[in-house]
């Protein structure tokens, strides 16, 4: 499946997830159902909120809290170019307008919340916040600059499942939290998502969207309930499989343990890597108990050419990536906004010189040490 001896990431499956997914294929249901039902209440005891629902993906998850908010044309969303490019298409596909701020630096590739604040407008409904790799935004003064002007706060918790931080849960400080559960994140459902919000009036309608907004789910009906329905809104089809989510449910369990493997191979990422003088790992500055680790990111010195860089660690049958080329840099986002290079000079010359490296549960001290040494041999030949 792979060129790579060390590839980006890794997927951690074993015989639970075979025998979770048989076991739905015995049952004959395979849309959202009791399985699903279930994911969705761990998943909440896991938070500390009341419940939460289940999508097919963090984009339906991020879609359906644009429409759940009410998000639409005239409407504009600030948000950090830097992140997959999902976010911001979610807030255009609805109408509104994506006001892109910068990332705080190479330190901290999270959104600015002084930045921010500089894009607010008599327009502005909403600010999304990134936690870039599995790092806490600022939430503290995102928080206080949403209430101060009258906005909702989403969280894009797409890399931080269950992840504790000074500012509280992430997905639960702000209005709305949504979570992807991609085939490479640190759940990984292979498509899935979920969807917290504080205001339940907010997350029923996240519930009823996410179906068509039916009055009676095809559970209900198949437990007995009414035939009929009634369709009171403009929704779409987000639910999740059950057999997405009795993975989920396995990797919900396993979660505690793969994190703490991924938190040991970043204090060795850190502590080896802190000899390359000019080579800078974001949020090393912060206590390696915190964030959930998705991504192991770097920033490489100023001058230094990223894909000579990569090609080096290809020979040595590494594989590394970039996280991510900003959103306004896009073609469609150039065109349709008229946005372009220069537009944001941090996020901009921070995501020249970014560079990913692997990350995943399995990694041992090992590898960490070869992907390290390789790193080591290109940053010489960089000089």
């Not at 001896?5 to 997927?11: E, F, K, M, N, W």
């Amino acid at each position: 499946m792979t060129a790579f001896d060390i590839p980006l990431y890794r997927p951690a499956f074993g015989p639970a997830e075979t025998e979770a997914v048989t076991e739905v294929l015995r049952s004959g249901w395979l849309s959202a159902g009791p399985v699903t039902e279930d994911f969705e209440g761990k998943f909440a005891a896991a938070l500390g909120v009341e419940s939460c629902v289940a999508v097919s993906s963090g984009t339906a998850a991020l879609h359906l809290a644009v429409l759940a908010l009410g998000l639409g044309p005239g409407d504009e969303v600030v948000l950090p170019s830097l992140n997959f490019v999902s976010a911001a298409a979610t807030v255009a596909l609805c109408g509104a307008t994506p006001v892109f701020a910068d990332v705080t630096g190479a330190h901290d590739l999270c959104i600015d919340p002084q930045d921010a604040a500089r894009r607010i407008t008599s327009r502005t409904r909403a600010i999304v916040a990134m936690h870039y790799g599995g790092h806490a935004a600022d939430l503290t003064a995102l928080a206080r600059l949403a209430h101060a002007h009258g906005l909702a706060l989403i969280e894009d918790c797409a890399h931080a499942p269950v992840t504790d931080s000074a500012h509280g849960m992430l997905g639960t400080v702000g209005d709305i939290g949504c979570y992807s559960f991609f085939a490479t994140k640190n759940l990984a459902m292979g498509e899935g998502g979920m969807v917290v919000a504080r205001d339940p009036a907010l997350r029923e309608r996240v519930r009823r969207l996410r179906s068509h907004a039916l009055t009676v789910s095809a559970q209900q009906r198949h437990r007995g309930g009414p035939s009929g329905y009634d369709v009171d809104a403009l929704g779409l089809n987000y639910r999740p499989t059950e057999i997405a989510c009795a993975i989920g449910r396995v990797q919900l369990d396993a979660l505690p343990t793969a994190q703490a493997r991924r938190r040991g191979a970043v204090r060795a990422y850190r502590e080896q890597l802190a000899g390359l003088p000019g080579l800078t790992v974001p949020f090393a500055d912060r206590p390696v108990r915190e964030g959930a680790h998705h991504l192991l990111a770097t920033v490489l010195p100023p001058g230094t050419d990223r894909e000579a860089f990569q090609d080096r660690l290809r020979a040595a049958r590494i594989q590394s990536g970039v996280h991510y080329p900003p959103t306004h840099l896009f073609t469609a986002y150039r065109e349709r906004y008229g946005l372009g290079p220069g537009h944001l000079p941090v996020t901009e010359d921070v995501m020249a010189r970014q560079l990913s490296l692997p990350l995943y549960p399995g990694l041992g001290a090992a590898e960490v040490g070869r992907v390290v040494e390789a790193v080591s041999r290109a940053w010489q030949a960089a000089q």
